[in-house]
């Protein structure tokens, strides 16, 4: 089974300008996460979506940060324009079912954007 | 408001050696879950395990064994015999979900080397 698919897997952009990241999913997960991860902390989740809708984003930007799950497959993460502190390793991750209260599902992870902003 | 301190920011031990790293979390939820990430240099976090809030069994995975206990809300990961391939980052992570979707907060992670 094919994992979380990211890319780039790397870039390299001046503040100021815009980037964005693409996620696919694993085949059949229906929920979707992105998370920052700075160097030399744990990743913080930045947006949350179950199928194509957003259930949780409290952590986003929203001034700079935008993220669209399109059909409820791939998701693109957009920066615009960057700052310096942006500079970190942007993590998708995806689990398979949508939960209700009380329930969990395991997240598995894509193997990461690293962005540095100059 | 949910929390996990992960104390030990990082670790060396000499390899076969056992290590233990720890785990302390904060949660008002009675229903929980538990995680542990392992993060090699390429970067990719890789799922070791998941533990509920009502199961306080200990689980041995290999050389991987977890020690949780709800009474000091702590969820321990120990390595026994280490080997150079568990040089990683190791994250403990909490979940909660009780709005209706789950809500992860990692820890900062351990960095553990492990030394020929």
């Known amino acids: 089974e094919a994992g979380v698919a990211q890319s780039p897997r790397y870039k390299i952009i001046e503040k100021r300008q815009s980037v964005a990241f693409w996620c696919n999913p694993i085949s059949g997960h229906a929920t979707l996460y992105w998370y920052q991860q700075i160097l030399g902390q744990g990743p913080k989740l930045l947006i949350q979506?179950?199928?194509?809708?957003?259930v949780d984003d409290s952590q986003l930007p929203k001034d700079r940060f935008s993220a669209e799950r399109l059909k409820g497959v791939d998701s693109t993460l957009k920066i615009q324009p960057a700052k310096l502190e942006d500079s970190a390793v942007y993590l998708c991750?995806?689990?398979?079912?949508?939960w209700g209260a009380g329930g969990t599902d395991t997240q598995y992870f894509g193997p990461g954007t690293r962005l540095t902003v100059l | 408001a949910q929390k996990v301190t992960q104390a030990q920011t990082e670790i060396s031990v000499v390899e076969k050696e056992d290590v233990t790293l720890d785990c302390v979390y904060e949660t008002r939820d009675t229903t929980y879950y538990l995680f542990w990430y392992k993060q090699p240099p390429s970067g990719e976090l890789v799922f070791l395990i998941r533990?509920?809030?009502?199961?306080?069994q200990n689980e041995i995975s290999g050389r991987y064994s977890w020690n949780f206990q709800k009474s000091t809300s702590s969820f321990n990961f120990t390595i026994t015999a280490s080997q150079v391939v568990d040089s990683a980052v190791y994250f403990c992570?909490?979940?909660?979900?009780?709005?209706?979707?789950?809500?992860?907060?990692f820890g900062t992670g351990t960095k553990l080397q492990v030394i020929p």
């Open positions: 533990r509920n809030s009502f199961d306080e």
């Open positions: 979506f179950q199928n194509n809708g957003v």
């Open positions: 992570a909490l979940s909660e979900a009780t709005r209706g979707y789950q809500k992860v907060t």
């Open positions: 991750a995806s689990s398979l079912r949508v």
